[in-house]
């Protein structure tokens, strides 16, 4: 990962009233780079989300896209620039069909008449180069199962061709069979070539499919470690900031009595 | 992936359930070449290929909640039946045209409600609003001798401010829309009441747009091959659109109807097209009203289901957040979804001119709003938004209609009509919740 980062942010404040929400914070993101955003309640992570997706503007800071600084106000120049967000609400129409849902409000047409053949024709691509599974393209979003409405929720996310997939807490509802499927999904979305931004509570599907781990602590960074070569307990350490503790001492004590 | 949809158990197929294929878990690299790897889930209930398999998919389909226009049909029947026993009179020619030339004005009010229901909205002031267009259009063509056209444009035209009117209030304001349409509706009579002045009612001459819409005006001047080119016209429209789509389709390589579907379809239009076309020309032939509501049928079900304006209006129907993150400006949705139902109404209040040839007072009072409401849910449009199609104010309309002219016939008081009415449209109320529950069941929701 030599290459610039294709989403970066550098030194992000965000006030609410007279809460701090975020100071000072950086967050790198590659092409082909799966990156875990983790904290606890209230670390800000959502916040930090949406002042990318343009929900919040950020107040102080400076947010680059491929290396040039840009300005993010409204959700619309969000997705100019190519962030596509799926956040925890799904919002899905439960009646419309899976293209239905894929393609709204972008929906393609021909000679003005919505052209329905290749909408189904592109979703059907869509979703088996991404390996997903579902019963048909034409059935309502009502007869699928959360994992389903979650993989063809991430999938609408695909249709504008974005960069950059934010996915906030994917695999918070799901059971074992769903999440491993959006697990999956996640890897292919990094085999595509693009950054992806994943907000999660559980630390187990994180080490299982990011490269990096960014934590957010109180508003502020506190570490951001690749996945591979950092242990559990580091990372829940900067999550909580106990970098001092009964199982951290023990560990230390161990290692010295190793020695 | 663990619930599959709407299979009741024992339609599963043998086959043992296996959880997912397993290179799409070991190694997801592998699963990029897809056409290797068969997309169909073994455990879904894939449509087996032509008439046997049609069946079987309808057969589940009704299982699982979806009746779709099922029980109207039923229903319709069973009405058609108990009055033909009950008067003989019932299903002859000049009765089923009677049936079909009044079905048309309260039809036109249906179709815009039809709109406003799949926003899961409702509203209340169409009869208002239907009384008062024929109040404007007889104050401006027949007290200042305007043009007549122009007046049934500008009538039209009133009604489809007045409906934004109602919109705006509705999605700017907040204010809720069963509000907004009930005061409308008593401000719109209001207003009819003063544009009509003492004299109370104008009678309009029998003449241009508003003969058109007469009872005495025929679809080519009742000439016997009127009925048959209708007829004949729409037959072809469905099999020439179904068999193109249906090239399109396999030429893009996406599912298609097979061929004995679409000559089943096409079949079962062509016999009721052409059973209606001869009773209707064993009458007069087919007035001309009833071929302008046939025609804003096919034009509002086409802006429904094949253009993006008709999509965002089912989103909006079917989940205003999802509607609103997609980009879809809901309040214009809303607002303009509110003129159409305005126009339709304005139109509609047209028709009921032309049938009397007056506008008075009692202009778009009665029971005109309930069996307008009554029609389109009958019919099959959902009262919880984002489900029906216009084709519903037909079906209920038949529905409506029949029962009205049988118990006419039958001499029965209107005290029983309201109450038979009322107890249809209560029944149809009750088949929409309890579907909606059969579909939440079986995963349909």
């Known amino acids: ?259 | 992936m663990s619930k599959t949809t709407d299979t009741p158990p024992a339609d599963t197929p043998e086959t043992p359930d296996v959880p997912e294929t397993p290179e799409a878990q070991a190694a997801p690299a592998a699963a990029a070449a897809p056409a290797a790897a068969p997309t169909v889930d073994p455990r879904l209930l894939v449509r087996e290929e032509g008439f046997k398999g049609y069946l079987a998919d309808f057969k589940r389909k009704v299982r699982g909640g979806e009746l779709g226009s099922l029980p109207v049909v039923v229903g319709l029947a069973i009405i058609w039946v108990v009055f033909q026993s009950q008067d003989s009179l019932f299903l002859t020619a000049t009765n089923l045209a009677n049936i079909s030339f009044f079905l048309a004005a309260t039809g036109m009010l249906a179709i815009g409600l039809v709109f406003v229901l799949l926003l899961g909205e409702i509203d209340l002031s169409v009869g208002s609003v239907s009384g008062l267009s024929s109040a404007v259009f007889a104050v401006l063509s027949v007290s200042h001798g305007m043009n007549a056209l122009l007046a049934v444009i500008l009538a039209i035209a009133t009604g489809a401010a007045i409906g934004a009117l109602h919109g705006y209030f509705f999605a700017k304001l907040g204010v809720p829309a069963f509000v907004v349409t009930l005061a409308g509706n008593l401000g719109w009579n209001g207003l009819m009441l003063w544009l009509l002045g003492s004299t109370g009612s104008i009678s309009i001459k029998d003449a241009g747009f508003l003969h058109l819409l007469g009872q005495q005006a025929f679809f080519m001047g009742s000439d016997i091959s009127g009925a048959y080119i209708l007829a004949t016209l729409a037959v072809a429209a469905l099999l020439g659109g179904s068999l193109i789509e249906q090239s399109r389709r396999r030429k893009a390589g996406v599912p298609f109807r097979p061929t004995s579907e679409i000559a089943l379809r096409a079949g079962a239009l062509a016999v009721v097209a052409f059973a209606a076309a001869y009773m209707l020309n064993q009458a007069n032939g087919v007035p001309v009203a009833l071929v302008i509501f046939l025609g804003a049928l096919v034009v509002t079900d086409f802006v429904l289901r094949r253009t993006s304006y008709g999509r965002k209006i089912f989103a909006v129907g079917g989940s205003i957040e999802a509607a609103r993150r997609a980009g879809i400006n809901v309040a214009l949705i809303r607002i303009s979804v509110y003129a159409i139902s305005g126009a339709f109404a304005a139109l509609g209040g047209l028709f009921f001119a032309a049938q009397t040839y007056t506008a008075n007072l009692g202009a778009g009072g009665g029971n005109i709003l309930m069996m307008a409401i009554a029609a389109a849910v009958i019919g099959g449009t959902s009262l919880f938004g984002g489900r029906g199609t216009v084709w519903s104010a037909l079906l209920g309309m038949l529905v409506i209609q029949s029962i009205q002219t049988g118990l006419d016939l039958l001499n029965m008081n209107t005290s029983l009509q309201y109450m038979i009415t009322g107890a249809v449209l209560l029944a149809a109320v009750v088949i929409d919740s309890l579907s909606r529950k059969t579909q939440k069941a079986s995963g349909r929701g």
């Open chain 1, 1 to 259: 990962m030599t290459s610039a980062p294709v989403l970066a942010l550098r030194g992000v404040s965000k006030r609410f009233g007279a809460v701090q929400a975020l100071t000072d914070v950086d967050l790198e993101v590659h092409a082909g780079e799966v990156v875990a955003l983790v904290g606890d309640n209230g670390a800000g992570k959502s916040t930090l989300v949406k002042t990318i997706a343009g929900v919040h503007p950020i107040d102080e800071g400076v947010i680059e896209w491929e290396g040039k600084p840009v300005s993010i106000n409204r959700p619309h120049d969000a997705a100019t620039l190519g962030v596509a967000t799926v956040y925890q609400d799904l919002a899905l129409c439960d009646n419309l069909d899976v293209v239905g849902n894929l393609y709204l409000g972008r929906e393609l047409r021909r000679a003005g008449v919505l052209d329905e053949v290749t909408m189904e024709q592109k979703a059907r691509e869509l979703l088996s180069t991404l390996s997903i599974r579902i019963p048909s393209v034409r059935i309502p979003i009502a007869g699928l199962s959360g994992g389903q409405r979650q993989v063809v929720a991430i999938a609408r996310a695909l249709i504008g061709e974005p960069k950059v997939v934010i996915l906030d807490e994917p695999t918070a509802a799901l059971g074992v069979e769903q999440t491993a499927q959006v697990l999956d999904l996640v890897e292919r979305l990094r085999e595509r070539g693009l950054g992806v931004i994943l907000i999660s509570h559980n630390m187990a599907d994180v080490r299982a499919v990011a490269d990096t781990v960014a934590v957010l602590r109180l508003g502020k960074n506190n570490g951001s470690f690749p996945v591979a070569e950092t242990t559990h307990e580091t990372i829940i350490a900067a999550i909580t900031g106990a970098t001092d503790n009964a199982v951290t001492r023990r560990q230390a004590r161990t290692a010295e009595a190793a020695k």
